[in-house]
């Protein structure tokens, strides 16, 4: 079955720490990876994705991911956190290509920074 | 460029009763979708459209209609409202297989 895994259900940083979210998933075809962040009482914003090249990918906000296919995952990671990403974060993972580019979100993982 | 709007933003309904959510994207976008998202369990796709006139069934549709009439327009019909629809409601739309652009969100209460 297609699922995304987003362990952490919450977590906290102190501001200037590091940051790393874990996102696992199963997915049958070549999937497209993407990460979410969603602030408090507004839609959701794509931070980054991957399908294909560097394993390392750049985000906005300072956010970069790692593929790792042979682990089925897809981090979110962040060198040193700032109070204003503060926030939710969705894992998401859909078909490169397909007719109907379906999305599978994860849980979320609901991040809060502490001064 | 307003991007994906969504009409209403909060809405409280008593059940049994009826409404319409209006999502409306100005961006040409060929695929639209519903989600809604409940603590927990993040969000789900009730219905998507790939075109104009076109609709699918999503993870989680009982309960909803859906309509695309404009290429720019996908309403999401509750015929009678039940506690267990209380939810936050995003539509997101994408021109191809690439990004999700997703609008402010409904925030409707079912008593």
């Known amino acids: 079955a297609q699922s995304v895994t987003q362990p952490d259900i919450h977590i906290t940083v102190s501001e200037g720490a590091s940051l790393e979210l874990r996102c696992n998933y199963s997915?049958?075809?070549?999937?497209?990876l993407f990460w979410y962040v969603q602030s408090p009482g507004q839609g959701l914003q794509l931070l980054l994705k991957?399908?294909?090249?560097?394993?390392l990918v750049q985000g906005i906000k300072g956010f970069e991911a790692e593929f790792k296919r042979s682990q089925s995952s897809f981090n979110l990671r962040k060198p040193s956190v700032h109070w204003s990403d503060a926030a939710e974060y969705f894992c998401?993972?859909?078909?490169?290509?397909?007719?109907?580019?379906?999305?599978?979100f994860g849980t979320g993982t609901l991040l809060a920074v502490q001064p | 460029n307003a991007g994906v709007t969504q009409t209403p933003k909060f809405r409280v309904l008593k059940t049994g009763q009826s409404m319409t959510l209006l999502c409306a994207q100005d961006?040409?976008?060929?695929?639209m979708y519903w989600y809604r998202q409940d603590p927990g369990m993040g969000l789900r796709l009730i219905h998507y459209?790939?075109?104009?006139?076109?609709?699918a069934k999503g993870e989680v549709p009982d309960g909803y209609n859906v309509s695309r009439l404009k290429k720019q327009n996908f309403l999401l019909g509750l015929e009678s409202a039940a506690p267990s629809q209380t939810s936050v409601y995003f539509c997101?739309?994408?021109?191809?297989?690439?990004?999700?652009?997703f609008g402010p969100g409904t925030r409707l209460t079912v008593l």
């Open positions: 997915y049958g075809a070549t999937p497209y």
């Open positions: 961006m040409n976008h060929e695929y």
């Open positions: 991957y399908f294909s090249g560097d394993t």
């Open positions: 997101a739309s994408t021109g191809d297989a690439d990004t999700q652009y």
């Open positions: 998401a993972v859909g078909p490169y290509g397909g007719a109907t580019n379906k999305l599978i």
């Open positions: 459209s790939v075109g104009e006139g076109t609709t």
